[in-house]
C-alpha cells in the first residue's frame, strides 16, 4: 500500500523539479544571446551618435526626428527580445531594469526632438548622452554577471 502513495509523490515531485527548471539558459548561452540582442540597437545607436554631432543651428526638427526614427524601432525591438527571453536569476531584474527604465528614458528623449528650440544647440545632445552613460552602467553590470567584457556600447 505504501509504495503505491511513494511512486506518485515520487513522479509529482520530479515533474515540478522539471517545471520549474524547464526554460532555464545557463550563464554562457544568456551571454551569448544578450551580444545577439544588443547588436544591432548598438549599431543604430552608434549611427545616430555620428549624426548629432553634426547637428547645427539650421538642422530641422524633422530631420532629427528622422534620423532618430531607426532608434526608436532599434530600442523598441531590444526591449521586445530582453522580455521575451529567459534570463538566469542573477542577471533577470537587470535587463528588465534596462527595459523599463534605461530605453524609456532613451525612447522619451528621442520624441522631445521636435521640442527642442534648435538641434545645434547642444540641448538634446547633453541629455541623450547623459541618459546613454546611464544606460551603459547598467548593461555594463549585466555584461560583467555573464561574463562578457566590459564596452562602451549596450
Known amino acids: 500500500m505504501k509504495r503505491k502513495i511513494v511512486v506518485p509523490v515520487l513522479v509529482i515531485a520530479t515533474l515540478f523539479l522539471t517545471s ?4 532555464a539558459i545557463n550563464i554562457k548561452a544568456a551571454g551569448k544571446q544578450y551580444v545577439k540582442d544588443v547588436a544591432s540597437a548598438n549599431a543604430v545607436l552608434k549611427t545616430f551618435d555620428s549624426e548629432i554631432n553634426v547637428w547645427t543651428n539650421s538642422t530641422a526638427d ?9 532608434v526608436l524601432t532599434a530600442l523598441g525591438t531590444l526591449r521586445k527580445n530582453f522580455l521575451s527571453q529567459t534570463w538566469p536569476q542573477f542577471v533577470k531584474g537587470g535587463v528588465r531594469f534596462i527595459c523599463e527604465e534605461d530605453i ?3 525612447e522619451e528623449d528621442l520624441r522631445q526632438i521636435g521640442s527642442n ?3 545645434g544647440n547642444g540641448a538634446f545632445q547633453f541629455t ?3 541618459d546613454s552613460k546611464v544606460t551603459h552602467l547598467h548593461a555594463s553590470n ?3 554577471f555573464l561574463g ?3 564596452s562602451r556600447a549596450l
Do not use: D
Open 148 to 150: 562578457l567584457p566590459s
Open 142 to 144: 549585466v555584461r560583467r
Open 20 to 23: 520549474s527548471t524547464a526554460g
Open 62 to 70: 524633422a530631420e532629427g526626428e528622422q534620423q532618430a526614427a531607426s
Open 117 to 119: 528650440s534648435s538641434l
Open 128 to 130: 541623450f548622452r547623459e
Open 104 to 106: 524609456s528614458s532613451l
